[in-house]
């Protein structure tokens, strides 16, 4: 069974900008789409960013121009690089390979990595 294990969450002021990791254990990534999700508190588990198995991304509105997704296959991860981050923003962040169409998560979920934007 695929892990998935995130990082590089944190609490970050209002602008500033963090950079997710998500590593999994098996090449999970390279050969299917893949996503960054995010839950709020008292809010369903949301996509932010996905990434296709050759390269095409796909963002939620409230991220556009703000969020990158990249992906390293032969290091098994993904990325999600943020900028100009936002207190909307705060939520815990997961990663998944995911089937299209509706970015429908494949693996179970890991255990996320916590955003808090905040001043």
């Known amino acids: 069974q695929v892990q998935l294990v995130e990082s590089g969450g944190g609490l970050v002021q209002p602008g500033g900008s963090l950079r997710l990791s998500c590593a999994a254990s098996?090449?999970?990534?390279?050969?299917?789409?893949s996503g960054w999700y995010r839950q709020a508190p008292g809010k369903q588990r949301e996509l932010v960013a996905g990434i296709t198995s050759v390269g095409s991304t796909n963002y939620a509105e409230s991220v556009k121009g703000r969020f990158t997704i990249s992906r390293d296959n032969a290091k098994n991860t993904v990325y999600l690089q943020m900028n100009s981050l936002k207190p909307e923003d705060t939520a815990v962040y997961y990663c998944?390979?995911?089937?299209?169409?509706?970015?429908?998560?494949?693996?179970?979920w890991g255990q996320g990595t916590q955003v808090t934007v905040s001043s």
């Open positions: 998944n390979a995911a089937r299209r169409p509706g970015w429908v998560a494949i693996n179970p």
């Open positions: 098996g090449s999970i990534f390279s050969i299917n789409a």
